[in-house]
């Protein structure tokens, strides 16, 4: 049996999302069926809202919505000598859920994979590196996944700030290797934070 037109188109659109399949696109779709005009228009508007509202950050990379700069860049009460280097600001939102963390942030974009086709130049390593020269940055605080990409962008940062007197950290302890940032809890960052290990 074919679903309706419109309905199918729905299932469809489910299906561009991460971890959804046939089955639980029907689902979400019948539940949006179901929704209220209310609860549907307010639906729609927040998806319409995501694509035209919300940009990045012209420091960090980071999203914002009301402002060219997001609201950790432009709080001075933040430790501006130190920047937490992650992949994606979801990573950043985990880190800022943790309130371990005082520093500002960078945004990379993702992570230098050749395999993949991305290079250090396809992500935003050269913004950071004239951030640490104009910003009087101390200390670089590596915070990007334990897999092979990771290490191979964390060593490439490290190489570019060798000589330049600004102390690179990594995150340590409680995270294993292989483990993606966005399962992991507060306590256990808070942790890696703390216990960081020098690596210039």
């Known amino acids: 049996m074919k679903f309706p037109k419109s309905l199918e188109e729905l299932i469809e659109?489910?299906?561009?999302?991460?971890?959804?399949?046939?089955k639980n696109a029907e689902r979400l779709s019948f539940a949006v069926l179901h929704f209220s005009e209310e609860n549907a228009n307010k639906f729609s508007n927040a998806i319409t809202n995501v694509k035209t509202k919300i940009k990045k950050c012209k420091i960090c990379n980071n999203y914002t919505e009301d402002s060219d700069i997001c609201g950790i860049c432009s709080d001075e009460?933040?430790?501006?000598?130190t920047i937490c280097v992650v992949e994606n600001a979801k990573d950043l939102i985990l880190f800022e859920k943790a309130n371990a963390y005082k520093g500002n942030y960078h945004v990379l974009e993702g992570l230098i994979s050749p395999?993949?086709?991305?290079?250090?130049?396809?992500i935003k390593i050269d913004q950071l590196i004239q951030r640490i020269k104009n910003e009087n940055v101390k200390?670089?605080?590596?915070?990007?996944?334990?897999?092979?990409?990771?290490?191979?962008?964390s060593l490439y940062i490290l190489k570019?700030?060798?000589?330049t007197g600004v102390s690179v950290t990594k995150i340590a302890a409680g995270i294993p290797v292989g483990a993606d940032m966005e399962y992991l809890d507060a306590l256990t960052i808070q942790r890696a934070l703390e216990g960081r290990n020098k690596l210039s």
């Open 13 to 22: 659109s489910f299906k561009l999302l991460p971890g959804i399949g046939e």
């Open 77 to 81: 009460t933040r430790d501006k000598s």
């Open 115 to 122: 395999l993949e086709g991305i290079n250090p130049e396809d």
């Open 139 to 153: 200390e670089v605080i590596l915070a990007l996944n334990l897999s092979m990409e990771g290490e191979t962008t």
């Open 160 to 163: 570019l700030l060798e000589g």
